[in-house]
């Protein structure tokens, strides 16, 4: 059954790790007086430490918006988050990309690798330019590599490599610093279904071997079902939550699609 909510926090039972991620009553408006436009409508959520949470929800619903909030590129109307500790409305300028840097790792639809960059070297990008020592930097790519199954691909440009490994040497940059929280945009919308598998099967396996948090953004029911959490958005806030419990991928998948059945339209944005 899908718990009705609109507050992220009943998940958090007493005890429970602590919040990486607190959304409390986040508004966001676009526009002025004419076209004004409102993205989120005070949403809440939380998300815990060694979390794999999904966020579906028809086009236009506000997930981009709302990631855009959390990676600190876009400040809410009103409302706070809190990440990591720390309420990012109020770090300064001049430190926000150290703060995203240091706290956050990104996987988006497209890989975004440097293309004149192998994929060592993209993946001990943040490594570098956070002046950690060259040997960590090599032991830190290694283990990141490994655990997404591309080693063999280390010393390869991009574009000698499948869609499929540069979207997993992608993973690993965004996970070899190992950042509080992992935002992923739709990871496995360029990929096809072998591909997004193994993608997925990676993510899961990072979030259960090295704890890694990751909130991921997605239409496809088959990606959402391999997350612990699913949060429901639609007009700017969280309808709906399911928890996967013991259920398989499969079991959860078909949870998943009842919830988008009854409420309609979650993938209406393909
Ligand atoms: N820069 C902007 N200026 C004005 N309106 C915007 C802007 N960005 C988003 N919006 C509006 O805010 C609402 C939420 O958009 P958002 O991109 O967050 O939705 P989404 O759920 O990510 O959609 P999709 O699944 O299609 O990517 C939409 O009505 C959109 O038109």
């Known amino acids: 059954m899908a718990r009705h909510m609109d507050s992220g926090s009943a998940s958090m039972a007493h005890g429970a790790p602590a919040p990486v991620l607190e959304v409390r009553d986040v508004t966001k408006t676009y526009g002025g007086h004419s ?10 959520l939380t998300i815990a430490a060694g979390e794999f949470v999904a966020l579906m929800g028809p086009s236009g619903s506000g997930k981009s918006t709302l990631l ?11 409302g ?49 330019i956070g002046r950690v020592p060259a ?11 490994t655990s997404l199954g591309i080693e063999e691909v280390l010393d390869k440009y991009p574009y000698q490599m499948s869609g499929g490994q540069r979207q997993r040497v992608a993973a690993a940059r965004a996970l070899v610093t190992s950042p509080q929280l992992v935002l ?45 959490r699913v949060l429901f958005i639609r007009d700017g806030r969280v309808f709906t939550e399911l928890d996967r419990g013991s259920d398989s991928c499969h079991a959860f998948f078909e949870r998943i699609m009842q919830v988008v059945a009854v409420q309609g339209g979650v993938d209406d944005a393909r």
Do not use: W
């Open 68 to 78: 855009n909030c959390i990676a600190t590129i876009d400040a809410p109307t009103s």
């Open 35 to 44: 076209a004004t436009t409102h993205a989120l409508n005070g949403i809440n």
């Open 135 to 145: 040997a960590q930097i090599e032991a830190d790519v290694v283990a990141a590599a």
């Open 80 to 128: 706070t988050i809190m990440l990591a500790g720390t309420d990012v409305s109020r770090i300064s300028r001049s430190r926000l990309a150290d703060f995203r840097r240091e706290k956050l790792g990104f996987i988006f639809q497209d890989s975004n690798l440097l293309d004149s960059l192998t994929a060592r070297e993209n993946i001990s990008l943040p490594l570098t």
């Open 184 to 228: 992923a945009d739709e990871p496995t919308g360029a990929l096809d279904s072998k591909n997004a598998k193994l993608l997925l099967e990676s993510l899961e396996s990072m979030n259960q071997s090295r704890g890694a948090t990751v909130l991921m953004v997605t239409h496809d029911e088959t990606a959402a079902s391999y997350c612990r």
